[in-house]
């Protein structure tokens, strides 16, 4: 970000319209390389779980017409839309698209709800499993980090961010949740 060198400015939860946003992919880069001011965005769109209820709701409410979540048949599909906009992004805007899921879980009893981001992934991840899992799975795959951990609890949402810097303090967060990051994502 000009003038806050050398921290860089960074989204790593961002939606389009391959699940509940509301512009297309293409917008949303042009809408953050426009400003000129953004360094890294992170596409997230959800993964939802099977029988997700909200997902089913909405998916009546536009009478079948949008799919809210990133499936296993679309995902390879949601990936390569990732990596041609992330070209264009860097040449037009020197802005770098990382691709990402939010692995979301939206239960009766908000206490097991879990939303999960997975940063630089490459497979799908099925949000049919516990969270616990998930966050293994993420750590296990040879490029992808576990961001952001957001989590329903008893007095309210409490969630963990990782911020995109350059001290170690800076990286606490990520290190909660699996490994540290490589560098590789938030430096140019």
């Known amino acids: 970000m000009p003038g806050y060198e050398p921290f860089l400015l960074c989204d790593f939860h961002v939606h389009t ?3 509940d946003g509301r512009l297309s992919l293409r ?5 953050y390389g426009q400003t000129g ?4 965005i992170a596409i997230t769109d959800h993964i939802l779980m099977e029988r997700d209820l909200l997902k089913r709701a909405s998916k009546l409410m536009t009478l079948g ?3 809210f979540s990133v ?3 679309r995902f390879e599909d949601y990936l390569a839309e990732i990596a041609f906009e992330a070209k264009r992004a860097r040449k037009l805007y020197d802005l770098l698209v990382v691709p990402g899921a939010e692995i979301t879980q939206n239960h009766f009893r908000s206490r ?3 939303h999960i981001i997975a940063l630089n992934i490459k497979e799908w991840i099925s949000a049919d499993q516990p969270a616990r899992n998930i966050l293994e799975e993420i750590r296990k ?4 980090s576990p961001a952001i951990r957001i ?3 008893p007095g309210g949402l409490r969630s963990a961010p990782a911020f995109c810097g350059t001290t170690g303090r800076s990286w606490s967060t990520w290190s909660m949740y699996g490994k540290p990051p490589t560098g590789t994502i938030c430096s140019r």
């Open 17 to 19: 319209t391959w699940s």
């Open 27 to 31: 917008e949303v880069v042009d809408l």
């Open 37 to 40: 001011r953004f360094d890294v």
């Open 65 to 67: 017409r949008r799919e």
């Open 71 to 73: 499936t296993q048949e």
């Open 112 to 114: 097991k709800n879990s």
């Open 141 to 144: 795959a040879p490029s992808a």
């Open 151 to 153: 989590t329903a609890r």
